[in-house]
Structures are given as structure tokens and as C-alpha cells.
């Protein structure tokens, strides 16, 4: 592996632009873009080299052996697990099949799991949501999400997740809409620029 | 498919400008040679966004070649020289042309249902050629279109049921390699897909309102009025959701050709048209030059 070219820089690079590289990248692959994502393990995959990649370069540039882990990089990304809601009802057991084959993406046997289950509690409609939500299916996900939120106001899991789901991707996650409309502001500041040079007279 | 992917060309540097234009004309003379000039008709630009997409783990690109055609009989122009992304794009844009005609015949009526047939019939013979070349593509995208046609016909009032079977029918166009490549182009393709039929049935309401046709928003909402104004708000937040896939899956893809044209498509072409379609403000080819011409 040539750390280099994974972090997309040259040998010559400053330590403070490998460090902007590096934070680029990471903010893209962190695992918490790509929670309950399908493709979360390969940005988990892409994560590591990253920060393989980027322990590399500093501990050469520091001149230590490689190997010695630099502060402040591997080893805090890449485990988020998922937490288990402290759910103890009549489901239990159903439920937390479930949730086992949500984790191992087979999301068909999840779904006729919770198709099975007669009395639609909280839970449910928290588990069916992220069935949806694996899927790609965001309205239905915000449905069942909605109602979960609705049955149980007081649980953090269930309002963690709609949170989410509105956030369009967590923390560090994509709003292409965002962008679109910020491109009005950006232009309207640049005018805004334009008009004080020509008032102060080549400020900057 | 609706033309909804498309570059914003003043973001474009000239030579990406160059390049979209190159594999559009690209694409439509390998259409031409492979299926004959009946399919060139069809053409669009989503379907080059797949080419580009498709042959975006090539590290060269070969230099372009100047062809005269149909559109420009008078100065030859600069094309993409055809190479397996091109191929593979036509094979499937006749597949979907092929279906779309067909779904025509299905839903419609009158002079349009009967305009679509004889079309039909004048493409039965490209759309065998191209279904021998891809027969997994085309049987996944029937298995797609044939669950579509039977949630439309029971007024279907969940709005992803009835998008995830159109998206599977766009994620078809993806090649069955079995590898990490595949899982992240299908994951692309079905939210791109997602996203053109719910922008696609947006844009629809009032037109699908007064013939009475099938609309998975309006079914959704509820609407009894022509007007999405109320529900533009969880309309975006929905498309978004499947734009910000689009998004993590490109970045995933590691693209060593065409990178920055593609990301100029995903990152501004089509949150911008989801803005205008959702405003009211979307005008087909976005009111820019004409037909190719960007």
C-alpha cells in the first residue's frame, strides 16, 4: 500500500495538508455516515487504510518505527455497534432475532420475522422502521419511526433514529439540497464583496 | 427514462463540457451501429450518465474520433470512441426504450397507446438483438416492470413500494460481476432510480390528476388538490435521503475517469433539478439549447 496515494497527496506535502487530506477523507467514510448503510463494511474497509495510510506518513515524518500508533487517529473509528434497546415485553425473544438479522443484512427474514408478530407495539414499528430504512425505503422508514416516537415519546433509541432519518445521513452526512441552495448565498456574498472593493477601493 | 440527469454546465470545465457532449455522441452512434437508426430516437442523457458511470474504473481515455450523423449532417463532431461502457449503455438503453414503449402500451390510451404499439412492432427486432446480448438485465427488468404494473393497478398508496420496483428496473442496467463493484453500482442505481420516479411523479401531479392516472404522491398524500407546495418539505427530505446515497456510493466507487463531470452530475445537476421540479420551476432540457446540445 502506498500511503501517499491513498490519502491522495505526494511525498513533498505538507504534514498540515496531509492532515487536511486526511480529515477530508475521514469525514467521508466515517462509520457514522454509514450507519445501517449496506455498504457500511466497505467504508469501514476504506476507513482503516485511511487511517493506516495516515499513521504511516506521520510516523515516518516523525522518524518513528512504524507501527507505533500515532495519537489522535486509528483505533477510535470503525466500532459503533449497535445498541440494544432495553426492551423487555412479550416479543422479546422475536424481537431480538430481529434484530440479529437486521445486523447480518438479511433483511427478508426480518420483515416475515415481524410480519408474524400480532400485537404492533413501540418496538415494532422501531424495528420495521429500520427494515425500511436498510432498504432505501425513507418514507416508510419515517413512518414507522414517526410511530414509534409517538407509542414511546421517553425512548432516546426511537428519537435517535428519526433524528437521523431527517438529518439525511447524521452527523458529517451528505444534504445535497443544502448545497443547492447555498449556492445563492455564496453568489450573493461574492457580489456582496464585489460591491465593498469598488466602494473601499481594492481592500482586498 | 425522463432526462432528469444531467450536468449544470456553467459548473462544467470546458473539456468536461467537451467529454459529456463526446459520449453522448458516442452512445448514439453505437446505438446506431449496433441497433440501427429506429433507437437513436431514444436517446438521453440519463443514459449517458450510466456510460460515464459504468466506464468510470478505466484509467485512459481514448482520444475521440470525428463522426457526422443524422443531427449534424454538414461538420463531422467529436465522439467518444466506443468502447465496452458505450456498448453496454446501448444494448441497455434499447432494453429500456423497448420496456418504456411497451408500459406505454399497457397504461394508455387512444392515438397515444396506438402510437406506441406501431412503435413497438418497428423495435421488436432491436429490442431480441439486445436481449440475447443481455438476457439477466432483461429479465430482472420485466420481473421490475411486471410488479409495477400491478401495484399501479391496485392504486398502490405506499410511494416506496411502488419506487422500489422502479428502482430495481433502473438498477438492472448493473453487470452481475459478484463482487464489491456491483453492490456498490446496484446501491447507486437503485436510489438514482428511486429518485427519477418520485421526482418524476412530482413533476406529474396535476397532469396525472386531470387524466386520472396512477401517482404514487398523490396516493401518498392524499392530494385533492394539483399542488405540492405543502408537502415540498418530506418530498425533498425523501429525495434527498436518496441523493446523499447516490453521493456515499460515488465515493465508494473510487472513480479514476470523468470523476469530476460525474460529481458535477450527482452533486449539483440533480439536487438542482430536484429543486425546480419540487418550486414548479423545472422546464424539460432545463430551457438550454436543443436536443444534444447541452
Avoid at chain 2, 411502488?162 to 436510489?191: C, K, W
Avoid at chain 2, 438514482?192 to 396525472?208: H, K, N, P, Q
Wanted: glycine content about 8%; charged content about 25%.
Amino acid at each position: 500500500m502506498d500511503p501517499y496515494k491513498v490519502l491522495g497527496v505526494t511525498p513533498q506535502t505538507s504534514d498540515d495538508d496531509v492532515k487536511r487530506a486526511y480529515r477530508e477523507l475521514a469525514r467521508k467514510y466515517h462509520p457514522d455516515n454509514y450507519i445501517n448503510n449496506p455498504l457500511a463494511d466497505l467504508a469501514e474497509t476504506r476507513m482503516k487504510e485511511i487511517n493506516e495510510a495516515y499513521d504511516m506518513i506521520m510516523n515516518e515524518r516523525s522518524g518513528k518505527t512504524a507501527g507505533a500508533s500515532q495519537q489522535g487517529s486509528a483505533g477510535s473509528y470503525g466500532s459503533y455497534g449497535s445498541q440494544q434497546g432495553a426492551y423487555s415485553g412479550p416479543n422479546a425473544s422475536v424481537y431480538s432475532q430481529v434484530r440479529q438479522a437486521v445486523n447480518q443484512g438479511n433483511l427478508g427474514l426480518a420483515e416475515s420475522l415481524l410480519q408474524r408478530v400480532s400485537t404492533r407495539d413501540a418496538e415494532w414499528f422501531y424495528l420495521m422502521g429500520t427494515v425500511y430504512y436498510r432498504k432505501g425505503w425513507y418514507d416508510e422508514a419515517g413512518r414507522a419511526y414517526t410511530q414509534a416516537c409517538q407509542m414511546d415519546p421517553n425512548n432516546a433509541e426511537y428519537r435517535t433514529a428519526l433524528n437521523n432519518l431527517n438529518l439525511s445521513g447524521g452527523y458529517g452526512g451528505y444534504r445535497p439540497m443544502a448545497q443547492a441552495s447555498m449556492c445563492d448565498c455564496c453568489v450573493q456574498m461574492a457580489c456582496l464583496n464585489c460591491c465593498m472593493n469598488a466602494c473601499c477601493g481594492g481592500g482586498c | 427514462m425522463f432526462g432528469f440527469i444531467r450536468p449544470v454546465k456553467p459548473e462544467l470545465r470546458v473539456k468536461e463540457a467537451d467529454r459529456f457532449q463526446q459520449v453522448y455522441c458516442g452512445l448514439c452512434h453505437a446505438i446506431r451501429a449496433r441497433y440501427g437508426r429506429f433507437y437513436t430516437f431514444f436517446l438521453s442523457y440519463d443514459m449517458t450518465f450510466y456510460a460515464l458511470v459504468q466506464g468510470c474504473d478505466q484509467t485512459e481515455t481514448e482520444p475521440p474520433c470525428r463522426k457526422r450523423c443524422d443531427a449534424h449532417p454538414l461538420f463531422k463532431r467529436a465522439c467518444a470512441a466506443p468502447d465496452e461502457a458505450t456498448e453496454r449503455a446501448a444494448d441497455l438503453s434499447v432494453l429500456l426504450s423497448y420496456h418504456k414503449l411497451r408500459d406505454t402500451v399497457q397504461d394508455d390510451r387512444g392515438l397515444k397507446r396506438l402510437a406506441a404499439k406501431l412503435l413497438c412492432a418497428i423495435g421488436k427486432r432491436g429490442y431480441q438483438k439486445a436481449r440475447e446480448r443481455l438476457p439477466e438485465a432483461d429479465l430482472a427488468m420485466v420481473a421490475a416492470l411486471d410488479d409495477l404494473q400491478v401495484l399501479e393497478r391496485e392504486n398502490c398508496d405506499s410511494m416506496d413500494r411502488a419506487a422500489d420496483a422502479s428502482a430495481r428496473l433502473t438498477a438492472a442496467v448493473v453487470p452481475q460481476t459478484g463482487d464489491d463493484r456491483e453492490r456498490v453500482l446496484y446501491q447507486l442505481f437503485y436510489h438514482v432510480g428511486r429518485w427519477v420516479y418520485l421526482l418524476d411523479a412530482c413533476a406529474d401531479v396535476s397532469e396525472d390528476m386531470a387524466d386520472g392516472n396512477y401517482n404514487p404522491v398523490v396516493r401518498r398524500y392524499g392530494l385533492t388538490t394539483p399542488s405540492i407546495d405543502e408537502i415540498s418539505e418530506p418530498l425533498e427530505r425523501t429525495l434527498e435521503r436518496s441523493l446523499a446515497d447516490v453521493c456515499m456510493c460515488f465515493d465508494l466507487l473510487d472513480a479514476a475517469r470523468d470523476a469530476d463531470l460525474i460529481r458535477n452530475i450527482i452533486f449539483l445537476g440533480m439536487p438542482l433539478v430536484t429543486r425546480q421540479v419540487l418550486d414548479g420551476t423545472y422546464q424539460t432540457n432545463g430551457g438550454w439549447g436543443k436536443h444534444g446540445s447541452l
